[in-house]
């Protein structure tokens, strides 16, 4: 991590997007072999021999190939040049380096053991887009090979903040902290709570206090059943769960899911536009997660997921614009409130509040990251 190449291949572990084995394609549900199988992803990322030795990249051929030294060269017996080609190992095939490696209790994904510096997901980001370009934040497919997406960035802030209190998982106001840090230039200290946030929501207030947040695989990546046994199995409890970075077709762009449910814990939608989200935004944003499933893609070619009940959505986006009163006055979404909290300075501002909720949408503002 003391080195730019050193965050880099780690920005790929965690991405999962190029692991060594050709997986079948599946939306993750929450309870083990009760998968709903769709298409295969497409082919994965291969990355360059450097990750192999900076990292747990391993080196793969896509078939048994001969090699000859000539002219101080590697080549083919055909006289083509062979290049190294690396990727990292499916979480079956080396379930430690995504137990640890990749962060945990004592220490941070993007941590450098050597400095005892401690890199923000925005500012590993960052960093890496300075180098490569600008690359387009749409999320037409979420398993794409681009790595510098809002989602993926936000992907990886929620898998960093979940693995802060070990393979227990983490209480929500933990949680929320570490997520908001994620997005922090420094660390700065605050006496914020956000179960604070949850005091008019009986039913999240209740759902938070016995759940902890669970200690998530990489986006889109399954944890094997036998990992998955070590749930609920005893004293000290480990508490995993899976992160789906989901595709347009679910209409919504992250969510968290834990064995033994087929509703999300939280869902996610990332808006990092150039410009502030307004309320008309907002109420698409709501119309598209309380869309109800029909089992086929509706006029608009859009398929939801088979869960219909969400009650906690976190809205990542550059900036919320304050309601009008009048807009405020006919929100339409009763039992539906909306809360802001800046990543740069935890302030928060009630937009809708509404006396006795059912649902709560989170925006956190995590102003210009691109």
């Known amino acids: 991590m003391s080195t730019e190449t050193g965050r880099d291949a780690q920005l790929m572990a965690l991405s999962y997007t190029n692991a060594s084995a050709e997986l079948p394609g599946f939306a993750i549900s929450g309870t083990s072999g009760d998968d709903d199988w769709s298409e295969p992803p497409p082919k994965k990322t291969k990355v360059g021999v450097q990750n192999m030795h900076v990292?747990?990249?391993?080196?793969?051929?896509?078939?048994?190939?001969?090699?000859?030294?000539?002219?101080?060269?590697?080549?083919?017996?055909?006289?083509t040049p062979w290049m190294p080609i690396c990727r990292?190992?499916?979480?079956?095939?080396?379930?430690?380096?995504?137990?640890?490696?990749?962060?945990?209790?004592?220490?941070?994904?993007?941590?450098?053991?050597?400095t005892g510096k401690k890199y923000s997901t925005a500012g590993v980001f960052d960093a890496f887009r300075r180098?490569?370009?600008?690359?387009?934040?749409?999320?037409?497919?979420?398993?794409?090979?681009?790595?510098?997406e809002f989602e993926n960035l936000v992907a990886h802030?929620?898998?960093?903040?979940?693995?802060?209190?070990?393979?227990?998982?983490?209480?929500?106001?933990?949680?929320?902290?570490?997520?908001?840090?994620?997005f922090q230039d420094e660390f700065n200290p605050t006496k914020f709570k956000a179960s604070a946030l949850l005091e008019r929501y009986a039913g999240l207030k209740k759902k938070f206090a016995?759940?902890?947040i669970p200690f998530v695989a990489p986006p889109n990546a399954r944890w094997p059943d036998y990992i998955l046994g070590a749930c609920g199995a005893g004293d000290g409890d480990c508490n995993f769960g899976h992160l789906v970075r989901a595709k347009d077709s679910e209409r919504l762009d992250c969510y968290v899911m834990v064995p033994g449910s087929d509703n999300p814990l939280f869902v996610c939608e990332?808006?990092?536009?150039?410009?502030?989200?307004?309320?008309?935004?907002?109420?698409?944003?709501?119309?598209?997660?309380?869309?109800?499933?029909?089992?086929?893609?509706?006029?608009?070619?859009?398929?939801?997921?088979?869960?219909?009940?969400?009650?906690?959505?976190?809205?990542?986006?550059?900036?919320?614009?304050?309601?009008?009163q009048k807009e405020?006055?006919?929100?339409?979404?009763?039992?539906?409130?909306i809360v802001t909290v800046d990543c740069k300075t935890w302030g928060k501002k009630w937009i809708i509040?509404?006396?006795?909720g059912e649902k709560l949408v989170i925006v956190l503002q995590t102003g210009s990251l691109f």
Not at 93 to 113: I, M, P, Q, T
Not at 284 to 303: M, S
Not at 328 to 337: E, I, Q
């Open 131 to 148: 180098r490569i370009g600008n690359e387009q934040h749409g999320n037409t497919n979420a398993l794409r090979k681009k790595y510098c």
């Open 353 to 356: 509040e509404p006396e006795a």
């Open 210 to 212: 016995e759940t902890m």
């Open 270 to 324: 990332c808006k990092h536009w150039k410009k502030k989200l307004d309320s008309g935004a907002m109420e698409k944003i709501i119309e598209g997660l309380n869309a109800g499933y029909t089992g086929r893609a509706g006029r608009d070619g859009q398929r939801k997921p088979k869960w219909q009940n969400w009650d906690l959505a976190l809205v990542f986006c550059y900036e919320l614009t304050q309601f009008k």
């Open 55 to 79: 990292h747990f990249a391993n080196l793969v051929d896509e078939e048994i190939t001969d090699v000859v030294v000539s002219g101080g060269k590697l080549k083919k017996v055909d006289g």
């Open 328 to 337: 405020v006055g006919a929100w339409k979404f009763h039992g539906t409130g």
């Open 88 to 114: 990292f190992p499916v979480i079956e095939e080396d379930v430690l380096l995504y137990l640890a490696v990749l962060g945990g209790k004592e220490f941070s994904a993007y941590y450098d053991y050597n």
């Open 157 to 182: 802030a929620l898998f960093c903040a979940s693995r802060k209190n070990g393979v227990r998982g983490i209480a929500f106001n933990e949680f929320f902290f570490a997520l908001v840090d994620e």
